[in-house]
């Protein structure tokens, strides 16, 4: 594979995933009462992991870096979908 050209709306999607992961820390007192909070805070580390790759895949190692970007963009999916699964719980 070919290294692909810089765009912009990836300067953008690291930026906010940069201002949700401060927001997270700034909140996290108010995030730790909600439940299964670490495998939130998990998927915000996955998305900022992953916007700062695909910025660095232009620069260096551009297949390493893809391959990370779209590890991390997975991770942070199965994650959510974790977090947001309801609990099942048998009937008493």
């Given amino acids: 594979?070919?290294?692909t050209s810089f765009d912009e709306r990836e300067l953008t999607v690291l930026i906010s995933a940069l201002l949700i992961a401060l927001s997270?820390?700034?909140?996290?007192?108010?995030l730790q009462r909600v439940p299964r909070w670490k495998?939130?805070?998990g998927s915000v580390a996955c998305l900022v992991v992953g916007s700062?790759?695909?910025i660095v895949e232009h620069a260096v190692a551009y297949d390493l870096f893809n391959t990370l970007e779209h590890?991390?963009?997975f991770a942070q999916s199965a994650?959510?979908?974790?977090?947001?699964w309801p609990e099942r719980k048998a009937p008493a």
């Avoid at 994650?79 to 947001?84: G, K, N, R, S, T």
């Fill in 24 to 30: 997270s820390l700034y909140f996290l007192k108010d």
């Fill in 79 to 84: 994650l959510l979908a974790w977090w947001a």
């Fill in 71 to 73: 590890a991390c963009y």
């Fill in 39 to 41: 495998v939130l805070l």
């Fill in 52 to 54: 700062i790759s695909t």
């Fill in 1 to 3: 594979m070919g290294q």
